[in-house]
C-alpha cells in the first residue's frame, strides 16, 4: 500500500508516502470496505483488536493526504455518483458503528492509546480527519431525508464528541497538538456546518445539543492553551482566520445564547484578550470587513437575541478596527523611554534608536542621555526583572520591544478616546467601555512584580502636579502572564 514513516509531529510531514498507483490503492481500499462489512461473522475479541490498532485509522489518514493535493480528497471515491455514498465516508461510519458494538465501560481509543498501539498525535490527526468527514456528511445531506435518517447521523457525531473527550482527559493529550494537527480549524468548520446546513431540518433540540457540545470542547481546548505554559498567538490567529468567528455568528443567530452563554463567553473573551496582538488585530478587522458585516445588517434584530454577549464583544472590535490604522505611524515612531527623570521637552538626538536593557530586557531608553538611568536607578532592580524575563523565556514567552511599543500605542489612542479621567489618590486612571471592561485598560488587579514598586511611586510622584500629562496603566495578557504598562501620555504632544 505504501511506505509508513516515523511521525514528526509536524502537520506538514505527511504520515505516508505513496508507493503505488491509484488504481491498486483503489483495488485495496475496496478490499478493506469489504473485510470491514464482515467483520460482523468475526469474534467480538478479534473485531476489538482489528479496530484497536492504528492500521485503520492510518489508511483513512493516508488517503486524506493523498488525495488534498488533487482538491476534493474524495472525488476518487464518489464515481461522480452524487447519491451514492463514497467509500471514505462509508468506511469511517463502519468504523464508528464497530466502535459503538466493542466499546463496554473503557473505549477503544483509550486503550489503544494506554497500551502503545497508536500515539497521541495519530489520535488527534485522526480526530480532525473525523470532524472532516462529518461535515462532508452535514454539507452533502438531501432536505427531503426523513428526520429520523438525519439523526442517525447525528449519533456518528456524538461519537465523535465522545472520542474528543478522551483527549481533553488523557494525561498524554496536550492541547497544542489539537491545534497543530488542524483539528481545532476542523472542530470550527463542523460547528459552522451543523449550524449553517442541519438547522433547516433538524429539531432545534438536536442542533442545541450538537452545536452546544462542540462549542463547549472548543472553548475547553482554547482556555487549555491560553493556561498552558505556552502563548499561542499564531494559534488564536489561525483560529479566527478558519472561521471560528462565523461559527459564533451562526449560533448566536439561530440559538438562543443563554443555552450556550458560558462558552460562547469564554471563547470572546480569550477572543478580545489576544485582540491585543497587532497580528491578532488585524485578522479581526479582516474578518470585520468580510462577510459577517453583511450578514448582520439587521444588527438590531441580532443584538436583541444575542444579548449584551454579542453586542460587547461587537464593541470591542469595533473599538480595535478603528484605531488600528491610527496606531501605526505611533507604533512605528513611538519611542518608549523608562527614565525617571526624562523631561516632556526633550528630543532625542537624530538616528538614535531606542535601546532596551540587555539584562532583563524589560525597560528602553530613547537617548546616551536617559540611558545613565541604569546606573541612578535601574540596576537596582534589574536583577528582580531578569528573573521574570528569564521564566517567560523558559515558557518560550517573550515580551518583545515591539509588543509594547504596539501596547502604548494603543494606549494613547484609548486616551485620546476617552477624555473623562477618574482620580484616584495621586493616580490617574482612564475610565471608558473598555476600561470598565477590563479589555485594554484596567486597575492593576494584582500587586506589581518586586522591583517595580519603586519605579512606580517616583513616576507618579513626578506627574502628582502635573496636570498637562496623564498616567495610563496598560494591562494585557500574554499566555497566562499579565503584563503591566505604565506610561506618562501628554496630549498635545499625542494628538492624532
Request: hydrophobic share 40%; charged share 20%; proline share 4%.
Amino acid at each position: 500500500m505504501g511506505k509508513c514513516t516515523e511521525s514528526t509531529g509536524n502537520p506538514k510531514h505527511l504520515r505516508f508516502q505513496s508507493m503505488v498507483p491509484n488504481g491498486q490503492l483503489k483495488e485495496q481500499f475496496v478490499y478493506y470496505v469489504y473485510m470491514m462489512k464482515n467483520l460482523s461473522d468475526l469474534h467480538p475479541s478479534l473485531r476489538e483488536a482489528m479496530v484497536s490498532t492504528p492500521v485503520f485509522l492510518d489508511l483513512l489518514l493516508y488517503f486524506w493526504h493523498a488525495q488534498t493535493a488533487e482538491g476534493d480528497p474524495f472525488v476518487l471515491f464518489t464515481d461522480r455518483k452524487p447519491r451514492e455514498e463514497c467509500l471514505v465516508v462509508h468506511l469511517f461510519k463502519t468504523f464508528l458503528q464497530l466502535e459503538k458494538e466493542v466499546k463496554p465501560s473503557v473505549t477503544i481509543l483509550d486503550r489503544a492509546l494506554d497500551g502503545g498501539f497508536c500515539d497521541a498525535w495519530s489520535l488527534v490527526e485522526g480526530a480532525a480527519l473525523r470532524a472532516k468527514l462529518c461535515s462532508l456528511n452535514i454539507t452533502t445531506l438531501n432536505s427531503n431525508y426523513p428526520e429520523n435518517r438525519l439523526v442517525n447521523r447525528c449519533l456518528y457525531l456524538t461519537s465523535l464528541i465522545d472520542i474528543c473527550n478522551i483527549f481533553l482527559e488523557h494525561p498524554q493529550f496536550h492541547p497544542i497538538t489539537f491545534f497543530e494537527a488542524r483539528c481545532f480549524d476542523a472542530f470550527v468548520e463542523l460547528n459552522y456546518n451543523i449550524v449553517a446546513h442541519m438547522s433547516p431540518i433538524v429539531s432545534e433540540y438536536w442542533l442545541l445539543e450538537l452545536s452546544g457540545e462542540c462549542l463547549e470542547q472548543q472553548s475547553s481546548i482554547l482556555t487549555m492553551a491560553v493556561n498552558s505554559d505556552y502563548a499561542p498567538i499564531w494559534h488564536v490567529q489561525n483560529i479566527i482566520k478558519g472561521g471560528l468567528l462565523h461559527a459564533l455568528f451562526h449560533i448566536l443567530r439561530k440559538i438562543d445564547s443563554s443555552k450556550v452563554d458560558h462558552a460562547i463567553n469564554n471563547v470572546l473573551r480569550i477572543l478580545t484578550a489576544y485582540a491585543i496582538y497587532p497580528k491578532v488585530a488585524r485578522q479581526l478587522q479582516v474578518h470585520f470587513n468580510g462577510p459577517i458585516p453583511h450578514q448582520m445588517r439587521c444588527g438590531l434584530a441580532i443584538q436583541q437575541l444575542c444579548g449584551r454577549t454579542w453586542t460587547g464583544f461587537k464593541t470591542c472590535v469595533d473599538f480595535f478596527t478603528k484605531i488600528i490604522q491610527s496606531t501605526r505611524w505611533v507604533r512605528d515612531e513611538l519611542s518608549i523611554c523608562d527614565n525617571l527623570h526624562h523631561h516632556e521637552n526633550f528630543e532625542p538626538r537624530d538616528r538614535f534608536k531606542s535601546k532596551t536593557c540587555a539584562g532583563c530586557t524589560s525597560v528602553a531608553y530613547c537617548s546616551s542621555l536617559c540611558q545613565k538611568d541604569w546606573k541612578l536607578f535601574h540596576c537596582y532592580e534589574c536583577k528582580t526583572a531578569r528573573a521574570g524575563y528569564l521564566d517567560l523565556k523558559e515558557f518560550r514567552k517573550q515580551y518583545r520591544h515591539r509588543y509594547r511599543a504596539s501596547h502604548l500605542a494603543l494606549t494613547i489612542a484609548v486616551y485620546q478616546k476617552n477624555w473623562h479621567w477618574v482620580e484616584s489618590e495621586t493616580r490617574n486612571i482612564i475610565d471608558g467601555p473598555t476600561a470598565r471592561h477590563n479589555v485594554i485598560t484596567a486597575r492593576l488587579p494584582d500587586p506589581l512584580p518586586e522591583g517595580s514598586d519603586r519605579r512606580f511611586e517616583a513616576i507618579v510622584r513626578r506627574h502628582a502636579g502635573d496636570r498637562s500629562s496623564r498616567l495610563v496603566e496598560g494591562m494585557f495578557l500574554l499566555g497566562r502572564e499579565q503584563v503591566w504598562v505604565l506610561a506618562a501620555i501628554k496630549p498635545v504632544v499625542y494628538l492624532m
